[in-house]
């Protein structure tokens, strides 16, 4: 088979997100810090090229660090309440400054189309939409919040009616109150508040992070809602993070199915996110998004790609489609968000009832690192204790290191069933065997 060029490669991975994508509502939460000359070009190409596929976008935008910095320019103060800036008379008047000058540079921004268009493109028409009713957020402790607000009611029926025309509809997170005053809103508030009222596909906040760090650190690739409120509940992130992610999760609470925070720094995060397996930042979903489960004959063709390559570096022993037809149901797959990212199998022997083959182990080569091996090693624990083995074997030409470091132990292939001895012998592809004794492990 000849080549396949990445290009070719990369574009038939994105067809079934395009698909999926399109007609979709998108809510896209910028943070302030991105409204700037290096980011807004970039990501407003990669939303136009959205735009262009047929997503149906509503883009809402932070103001805080240009409030803040005209505030500081002008001599005004700031004070803060429960994280919550105190938005006095004075402090409006620089929000509805702020709010028009970035609603003017995303506008031109998006005027320009995406990158490297063959003819010229028709513009993307803008709404500027007062889509957002709020309500003040009134004294807290004895406090004034005075112009700061929240969200009392969006208006869902014209933010579709907007995108049904084939508008981006771009909103500021102000709001008015049904008396005709305006109060000045969180961004993250106002776009999960929209997400969640448009019936939303996705919501995306695009920030200055990689994404949600976790306790230890590592940045969190999947949370779910569980998940998530823990972290918030360790302590362990920043004011502005942790208002985030709980904006995050009242909108998977309010039955947007998948929340996205990502870096709208690193040049086309968005487009990775959107149209690859692995995406790029934290993903963040209501249930568990990795499950194990046994696999079936429908799962054969993707199983085969993902041993393919693996098989072709002689990795793994060769399985043709027979083959696994066969004993497909020994196989256990790895899913995150319903895509195939590892499988393990499990091979028993009629002449050998205690011994089990711990086979085909592999997690595809972009989900490496990140602990799915090791899950997939503990559910095949699982299978082998509950189907009686004691000892599992493990035939291997480049991962004995990997295995001795759980527990398994250098073996003779004599130890192997007769079955598979002759097997080994017969393939020579001199293989290590690692073995690990379940009965003197704990379950
Ligand atoms: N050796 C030592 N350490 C390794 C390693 C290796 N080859 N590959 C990864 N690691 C380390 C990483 O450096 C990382 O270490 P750290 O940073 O935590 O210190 C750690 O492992 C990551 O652990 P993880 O749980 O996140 O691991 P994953 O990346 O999710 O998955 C695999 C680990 C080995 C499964 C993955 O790297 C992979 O898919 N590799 C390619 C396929 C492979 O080597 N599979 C093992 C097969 S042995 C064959 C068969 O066909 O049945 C051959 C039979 C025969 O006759 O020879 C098997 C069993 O399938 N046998």
């Known amino acids: 088979m000849t080549d396949i060029h990445p290009f070719v490669r990369a574009f038939r991975e994105a067809a079934p997100y395009i698909h999926y994508l399109r007609g979709k509502t998108l809510v896209v939460c910028l943070d302030s810090a991105l409204s700037d000359e290096a980011a807004l070009p970039l990501l407003a190409a990669d939303l136009n090229l959205l735009a262009a596929l047929g997503v149906r976008l509503v883009l809402v935008y932070g103001l805080q660090r240009q409030v803040e910095d005209l505030c500081r320019q002008n001599g005004i103060g700031l004070a803060y309440h429960r994280e919550r800036r105190i938005t006095t008379e004075a402090v409006l008047q620089q929000v509805k400054q702020a709010s028009g000058s970035v609603a003017a540079d995303i506008q031109a921004a998006l005027s320009l189309g995406f990158a490297h268009a063959p003819q010229p493109v028709k513009r993307l028409p803008v709404v500027c939409g007062n889509v957002l009713w709020a309500r003040p957020l009134g004294v807290w402790d004895g406090v004034d919040m005075q112009y700061s607000g929240q969200v009392r009611k969006t208006d869902a029926v014209a933010v579709n009616r907007y995108l049904d025309g084939g508008s981006i509809v771009l909103v500021a997170p102000v709001g008015i109150s049904p008396i005709g005053q305006l109060y000045s809103l969180s961004a ?92 790029a930042g934290t993903s963040l979903s209501r249930q568990a998004m990795t499950r194990i489960r046994t696999a079936q004959e429908s799962d054969i063709p993707e199983l085969a790609a993902l041993l393919a390559p693996l098989e072709e570096q002689g990795i793994l022993r060769r399985r043709d489609k027979a083959e696994l037809e066969r004993h497909i149901r020994r196989f256990f797959l790895l899913e995150n968000d319903r895509q195939l990212y590892g499988c393990v199998a499990l091979r028993t022997f009629a002449d050998a009832p205690h011994i089990g083959e711990l086979e085909c182990l592999a997690v595809s080569r972009e989900a490496r690192d990140s602990g799915y091996g090791e899950q997939l090693l503990a559910h095949l624990l699982k299978e082998a204790r509950r189907a009686g083995i004691q000892r599992l074997f493990a035939l291997t030409t480049q991962t004995a290191d990997w295995f001795a470091e759980r527990g398994f132990q250098a073996a003779s292939a004599d130890e192997l069933p007769f079955e598979r001895q002759e097997i080994y012998r017969s393939n020579r592809r001199q293989s290590k065997v690692m073995v690990l004794d379940l009965s003197l492990q704990a379950a």
């Open 188 to 279: 993250y508030e106002a776009a999960q508040e929209i997400a969640v009222a448009v019936k939303a596909e996705k919501l995306l906040f695009l920030i200055e992070e990689n994404g949600i760090f976790g306790q230890d650190g590592n940045i969190c690739h999947t949370l779910n809602a569980q998940e998530a409120e823990e972290i918030l509940r360790s302590g362990c992130l920043k004011n502005d993070t942790e208002q985030l992610l709980q904006a995050a999760v009242q909108a998977l609470d309010g039955g947007v199915s998948r929340v996205q925070i990502l870096s709208g720094r690193n040049n086309g995060d968005v487009l990775r996110e959107l149209f690859t397996r692995h995406g």
